[in-house]
């Protein structure tokens, strides 16, 4: 079992940068592949970014890529997504998720993959 702590969203303005964190409680952080999620108002939950257990390998969905990057650092049980460049349309509430699937699996990408979510976290970005 672990829990799931977000934290780093805020306010900011259009081109602007935020650094989001998810702290993880227990002692099997690295044994789980750790997702970032977002989800707007009226929208379905979508799929950020994801990295490998070992923090090797990472994917990200088309409309973050080259601005955002997931990172992790198993020693401090904590995932991070730093956030470069951002639009207002990335104005969301942010989760971080852990789960079993591997990184590189079909259906990765989904939420019904992750079995720990974390509470969410605010971003908005102003225009």
């Known amino acids: 079992q672990v829990q799931l702590v977000e934290s780093g969203g805020g306010l900011v303005q259009a081109g602007g940068s935020l650094r989001l964190s998810c702290a993880a409680s227990?002692?099997?952080?690295?044994?789980?592949?750790m997702g970032w999620f977002r989800q707007a108002p009226g929208k379905e939950r979508e799929f950020v970014a994801r990295?490998?257990?070992?923090?090797?390998?990472?994917y990200y969905a088309m409309s973050v890529k080259a601005r955002f990057t997931i990172s992790r650092d198993n020693a401090k049980n904590t995932v991070y997504l730093q956030m470069n460049s951002l639009k207002p349309e990335d104005t969301a509430v942010y989760y971080c998720a852990a789960g079993t699937v591997l990184n590189g699996a079909v259906g990765a990408d989904t939420p019904l993959a992750y079995a720990h979510w974390g509470q969410g976290t605010q971003v908005t970005v102003s225009s």
């Open positions: 990295i490998s257990r070992a923090g090797d390998s990472a």
């Open positions: 227990g002692r099997t952080f690295s044994s789980y592949t």
